[in-house]
């Protein structure tokens, strides 16, 4: 008699001491709870194979429809991801151990009274069933879980090629349950009932089921909580805290989704901060990598020599995970930090925001965009156009007002006054409810250069002002889905610089180059030290003083006379006031 659970990809199952063929079929592992088990069986109610196959079939597309599992029934084969490590693990697990194993006990009971002999048997049957197994694990071959591997991939839904890695670590997989289900099933026909064999992944899944957290208690339920926190308090934008999020998410992935925060260990992160080395620079959004699990991506950007992520990028992953820790530790979670002592060490940035400097701005200013190009989307040729919107407003205002990319590309007609004293103010808001914003998370004023205003910005305002409806000055930009409106002006202005041979590769040119032109203009043509220079950019100085009182750091009458004396030595702006 074959204890052993023997399954064809048709899921026919001849079941032990019946006459009549089964139908056994896995459950996916999203449908356990609602279909209340992790298995399918029932009996076909015939000893005809040919019947049972058509049966069997019938059943199984029926279970396809239910489940979700066909095209055009709500599933999403087309978008099938390949299993994660942890799926494939309990997947073999539940195969090729757990389910087997409990038909192996229950059909050893029913050799009960049937003597001696008959048990020989069984046990001899079981023992080659063993011996046949060890020699197929150690040689990697899949003749005898084929089946149970088909069985899988249709609880996960997907089809995995055969040739692929995630086939193998499946097969591979099964082959180490089965090979314990085996060696369990012999120790207790010889009458250690209770015998338990150790398994790498058996291990494995009972461990991380001792691992697994509370209802509540998962990586990215307490991220989030974190994150209610720090908005709450105003310690980090939105939109950082939405991109610290995937972050986490990918670290929940990669160490189980499900795991108890106590279970993490430096160890984890040690070889999430490894694996993030080998992968190459946004490896998720590759067509060849998108259906990949971390692991797998790796294991391909190793095979091709593909380029590595910075150590600045790994560096900021682990201080995105490492803070969510901190803020357990001080909230009296009993935890500890396991990102401690993990940064890669003397790592500084290799894309600095450097200036343009004399040379290069005046090549910027005498390209097509300043002088007349071709037509839209090739402004980098010349041509007769003129451009009279944010391609060309928002780098001037960077450069003439010290202002950010995105601060110049959510402004208002209402935003650009005539002070008192003659000089023109622009007012940065920190509005969220009229999609402003700034990166203090405070409004504050600053003053346009005459030389802006010669250039005709005032002009443009009044041109926007009369035209009516919407009053934003650069209508035409959308905000990102990071909710970033300075997206489109920063990728064009990168593009655009290194269309017109002024920017190469990671160099750090881009819009904010103008803003940095400006940083050097007030130190070196005004004399302004740092802290001045800071403020007339709009950054704040944190220091006692500045807490007292309520005006804001960098009043008009201090912007104005110091934004005047910029003089911009050795910049030719003759043929744009012509």
Same mark, same amino acid.
């Given at each position: ?24 079929? $896995?459950?996916?592992?999203? /449908? ?19 019947? $049972? ?15 979700? /599992? ?6 999403? /084969? ?27 006990d229950a059909g050893r009971r029913t050799l009960a009274g049937k003597g001696r002999h008959m048990y020989q048997a069984h046990v001899n049957y079981v023992r080659s069933d063993l011996e046949e197994q060890i020699r197929a694990t150690a040689t990697g071959d899949d003749a005898l879980v084929r089946d149970l591997a088909a069985e899988a991939m249709a609880a996960f839904g997907v089809e995995l090629d055969r040739t692929s890695d995630s086939y193998r670590e499946l097969v591979d997989r099964l082959n180490g349950a089965r090979l314990a289900n085996l060696k369990a099933q012999h120790a207790r026909n010889m009458g250690e009932l209770d015998v338990v064999v150790a398994s790498p992944v058996v291990e494995r899944v009972r461990q991380r089921e001792r691992d697994k957290a509370k209802p509540g208690e998962t990586l990215l339920e307490l991220f989030d909580k974190y994150a209610d926190h720090r908005l709450a308090e105003d310690g980090k934008r939105s939109d950082t ?72 990028? =790994? ?54 965009? @300043? ?22 407003? =928002? ?59 010669? /250039? ?43 269309? =017109? ?12 180059? @103008? ?20 403020? $007339? ?8 003083? $500045? ?32």
């Amino acid at each position: 008699m074959k204890s052993s659970r023997q399954r064809k990809s048709d899921y026919l199952w001849h079941r032990p001491n019946t006459d009549a063929i089964w139908f056994s079929r $896995a459950v996916p592992k999203r /449908l356990w709870a609602s279909e209340g088990k992790r298995v399918i069986q029932k009996s076909l109610g015939t000893t005809d194979r040919r019947e $049972a196959q058509a049966l069997a079939r019938r059943l199984a597309s029926e279970l396809d429809q239910r489940w979700g /599992l066909l095209p055009g029934t709500g599933t999403q /084969l087309a978008q099938a991801r390949a299993p994660l490590d942890h799926e494939l693990d309990e997947a073999a697990v539940v195969l090729g151990y757990e389910l087997p194993l409990t038909d192996a006990d229950a059909g050893r009971r029913t050799l009960a009274g049937k003597g001696r002999h008959m048990y020989q048997a069984h046990v001899n049957y079981v023992r080659s069933d063993l011996e046949e197994q060890i020699r197929a694990t150690a040689t990697g071959d899949d003749a005898l879980v084929r089946d149970l591997a088909a069985e899988a991939m249709a609880a996960f839904g997907v089809e995995l090629d055969r040739t692929s890695d995630s086939y193998r670590e499946l097969v591979d997989r099964l082959n180490g349950a089965r090979l314990a289900n085996l060696k369990a099933q012999h120790a207790r026909n010889m009458g250690e009932l209770d015998v338990v064999v150790a398994s790498p992944v058996v291990e494995r899944v009972r461990q991380r089921e001792r691992d697994k957290a509370k209802p509540g208690e998962t990586l990215l339920e307490l991220f989030d909580k974190y994150a209610d926190h720090r908005l709450a308090e105003d310690g980090k934008r939105s939109d950082t805290l939405a991109q610290d999020r995937k972050i986490i998410e990918q670290f929940a992935g990669f160490v189980g989704p499900d795991r108890s925060i106590q279970s993490i260990k430096p160890e984890h992160v040690r070889e999430y901060r490894d694996v993030l080395r080998q992968l190459p620079p946004k490896w998720s959004e590759r067509t060849d990598m998108r259906e990949l699990s971390m692991r797998e991506a790796a294991a391909k950007a190793r095979a091709h020599d593909l380029p590595c992520l910075a150590l600045t990028t =790994i560096n900021k992953h682990l201080s995105t995970i490492s803070p969510l820790f901190a803020w357990l530790i001080e909230e009296r979670w009993d935890v500890a930090n396991p990102c401690t002592g993990l940064h890669f060490k003397r790592v500084k940035g290799k894309n600095p925001r450097p200036p343009f400097g004399t040379a290069r701005l005046n090549a910027v200013l005498a390209s097509p965009l @300043f002088t007349g190009f071709q037509a839209d989307g090739k402004e980098h040729r010349p041509g007769n156009m003129r451009a009279n919107d944010w391609r060309y407003w =928002i780098p001037m205002l960077c450069l003439f007002t010290g202002m950010r990319v995105g601060e110049a590309a959510q402004l208002r007609t209402e935003d650009v006054t005539q002070h008192d004293s003659g000089v023109w103010v622009i007012d940065i808001h920190h509005k969220p409810e009229k999609g402003q914003t700034t990166k203090a998370g405070q409004s504050r004023a600053t003053v346009a250069h005459s030389k802006l205003v010669e /250039l005709g910005f005032v002009e443009f305002v009044e041109g926007r002002r009369s035209a009516g409806g919407d009053s934003r000055l650069f209508p035409e930009l959308v905000a990102n889905e990071r909710d970033q409106i300075g997206a489109k002006p920063s990728e064009f202005w990168r593009d655009y610089l290194t269309r =017109i041979k002024i920017k190469a590769g990671r160099d750090g040119l881009g819009a904010h180059s @103008f803003r940095h032109e400006l940083a050097d203009r007030l130190r070196d043509e005004v004399g302004l030290v740092d802290d001045q220079v800071a403020v $007339a950019l709009g950054h704040d100085q944190k220091s006692t003083t $500045a807490g007292y009182g309520t005006v804001r750091q960098g009043t008009v009458k201090f912007l104005a006379p110091a934004m005047e004396q910029v003089r911009f030595d050795g910049v030719d702006f003759s043929h744009l006031t012509a």
